[in-house]
């Protein structure tokens, strides 16, 4: 589970500030995906950021189970996302020399000291992960030689290798056509349910809103939960 309690984040700009977030509280529970939408520049990202424990908000808490991820130094922080958070960037930030099972059998280094996995476990596990988004025929192939949505399919994979409880994702859809964009929801929906993240998926795609569980709208950094039949 993610809770964020009342987050407020705050950028300099010149001499003023700007709110990017302010006062949001969500949670998202095991198993199920949170919207997060709204117009460009209403701090959807950096709401994302926050939850990845890469920003740290001016106030408010982000709670990862029952860890208050705000309250940790920030070597701690770094410890719990990688060993409960996966991440999913807009653009699938792959590295170029390597194939797609060896994107995910990296994955074990950064891992969390203490639940890392053998070799044999990690290949193991790499390649039912690509099995699950479909790739299991392509585990060989580097970046250059996979479709754009075939390379989110990887980027999707490597952020669940070290079975986080949480996945946050922003705009998977933003470089892919209608059709590739929406099996990429499928898919996240998908392993949503299968692996029990707790899931936060930014989209200003108003279509796949309707498919979620929850979603939460932002309008200049301030939320409210909408419904699928108000949008
Ligand atoms: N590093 C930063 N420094 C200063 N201001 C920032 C920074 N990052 C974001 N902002 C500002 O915070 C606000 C929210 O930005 P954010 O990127 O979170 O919006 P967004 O909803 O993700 O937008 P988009 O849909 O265009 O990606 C904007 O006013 C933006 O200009």
Do not use: W
Request: a negative charge; hydrophobic letters at 40%.
């Amino acid at each position: 589970m993610i809770r964020l309690d009342d987050v407020t984040l705050t950028f300099p700009d010149g001499d003023a500030q700007v709110t990017a977030v302010d006062h949001v509280s969500l949670t998202a529970r095991p198993a199920t995906v949170t919207g997060i939408t709204g117009p460009s520049g209403s701090g959807k990202s950096s709401l994302l950021a926050v939850a990845a424990t890469l920003i740290r908000p001016d106030s408010g808490r982000v709670l990862v189970d029952d860890v208050d991820a705000t309250a940790l130094r920030p070597e701690e922080a770094t410890a719990l996302r990688r060993e409960s958070i996966g991440i999913v960037f807009q653009q699938p930030n792959l590295l170029p020399s390597l194939t797609a099972h060896d994107q995910l059998a990296v994955m074990n280094e950064l891992g969390p000291g203490r639940r890392r996995r053998t070799r044999a476990a990690t290949g193991r596990r790499a390649d039912e992960l690509l099995d699950a988004v479909g790739l299991g025929d392509h585990r060989d192939r580097r970046p250059h030689q996979l479709s754009g949505g075939q390379r989110q399919r990887v980027n999707i994979a490597r952020a669940l290798m070290n079975e986080p409880r949480v996945l946050l994702v922003d705009e998977p859809t933003s470089a892919l056509d209608q059709e590739n964009g929406a099996r990429i929801i499928d898919l996240v929906l998908e392993l949503t349910g299968r692996m029990e993240t707790a899931t936060l998926l930014v989209t200003h795609d108003l279509g796949y809103l309707p498919r979620l569980h929850e979603v939460v709208r932002l309008v200049d950094g301030r939320s409210s939960v909408v419904h699928a039949g108000d949008l």
